[in-house]
C-alpha cells in the first residue's frame, strides 16, 4: 500500500524559506499516471491546495502562492518536495502532501495522504 | 476569486441520513468539476471518500455515497453511525490557473 511521509523543519523564522520533503514508499514516484501534490491547512481552519507537480516535472499552483512557492521532484530518493519562501506568521499550518490520479493527462482525484507535519512560523 | 460553499456545520441523529453539498460561485456543478469528498476527524489527515461525483475508493463505507443535486455536489450518508462525526470537505477541479479548490468544510454531528 502506498504511503506518503512529510518531514522537515517544525519552526521558521519570517521572512525566510519552508521547506518541506514527501517521501513515498510503496510505489514508485516516477510512474505516469499520478501527480504529487500539497495542500496545507491553518490551525482550526479549512483545507487550502498548495499545488502539484506531474510526471513529466510540470508543476502548477495556486495563484494566491505561486510567487513564493516551487515543487520539485527527486526521483532518485522517490520523493517530493515544497519551498515557500519569505513566510509570515500566515503560514503556519499543518502541511499534507498527497498524490492525485491522473486520467488522459488531467488530474482526476486525490487518493492517499500523507500524516501531515505542523510548521509554525515565528521568531 | 472562485469560492466553493458547503454548510457549516449539520447535525444528524444515530441511524438517520443527511445530505451535505457543495456549490460553486461560477454556477452550478456538473461532473467536469470531478467533484471530490473528504473526511477529517480531529488531529489526522483528510481521508479520501468519493471521487468524480459518485465513485467510491475501495475503503469507502457503503454508506457514503455521492451525487448532483440542485446544481450541487452531494455527498449522502444513509445510516449515520457515531463515528461518521467529522469535518467534511469537497473539492472541485477547475483547470485553468486555479486547478482545484476546497470547499469551507461541513462539521457533521452525531446526537
Known amino acids: 500500500q502506498l504511503q506518503l511521509q512529510e518531514s522537515g523543519s517544525g519552526l521558521v523564522k519570517p521572512s525566510q524559506t519552508l521547506s518541506l520533503t514527501c517521501a513515498v514508499s510503496?510505489?514508485?514516484?516516477?510512474?505516469?499516471?499520478?501527480?504529487w501534490s500539497w495542500i496545507r491547512q491553518p490551525p482550526g481552519k479549512g483545507l487550502e491546495w498548495i499545488g502539484y507537480?506531474?510526471?513529466?516535472?510540470?508543476?502548477y499552483y495556486n495563484p494566491s502562492l505561486k510567487s513564493r512557492v516551487t515543487i520539485s521532484v527527486d526521483r532518485s530518493k522517490n520523493q517530493f518536495s515544497l519551498k515557500l519562501s519569505s513566510v509570515t506568521a500566515a503560514d503556519t499550518a499543518v502541511y499534507y502532501c498527497?498524490?492525485?490520479?491522473?486520467?488522459?493527462?488531467?488530474?482526476?482525484?486525490?487518493?492517499?495522504w500523507g500524516q501531515g507535519t505542523l510548521v509554525t512560523v515565528s521568531s | 476569486q472562485t469560492v466553493v460553499t458547503q454548510e457549516p456545520s449539520l447535525t444528524v441523529s444515530p441511524g438517520g441520513t443527511v445530505t451535505l453539498t457543495c456549490a460553486s460561485s461560477t454556477g452550478a456543478v456538473t461532473s467536469g468539476y470531478y467533484p471530490n469528498w473528504f473526511q477529517q476527524k480531529p488531529g489526522q489527515a483528510p481521508r479520501a471518500l468519493i471521487y468524480s461525483t459518485s465513485n467510491k475508493h475501495s475503503w469507502t463505507p457503503a454508506r457514503f455515497s455521492g451525487s448532483l443535486l440542485g446544481g450541487k455536489a452531494a455527498l449522502t450518508l444513509s445510516g449515520v453511525q457515531p463515528e461518521d462525526e467529522a469535518e467534511y470537505y469537497c473539492l472541485l477541479y477547475y483547470g485553468g490557473a486555479q486547478p482545484w479548490v476546497f470547499g469551507g468544510g461541513t462539521k457533521l454531528t452525531v446526537l
Open positions: 510503496g510505489g514508485s514516484i516516477s510512474s505516469g499516471g499520478y501527480s
Open positions: 498527497a498524490r492525485v490520479i491522473v486520467v488522459v493527462g488531467r488530474p482526476y482525484y486525490f487518493d492517499y
Open positions: 507537480i506531474y510526471h513529466s516535472g510540470s508543476t
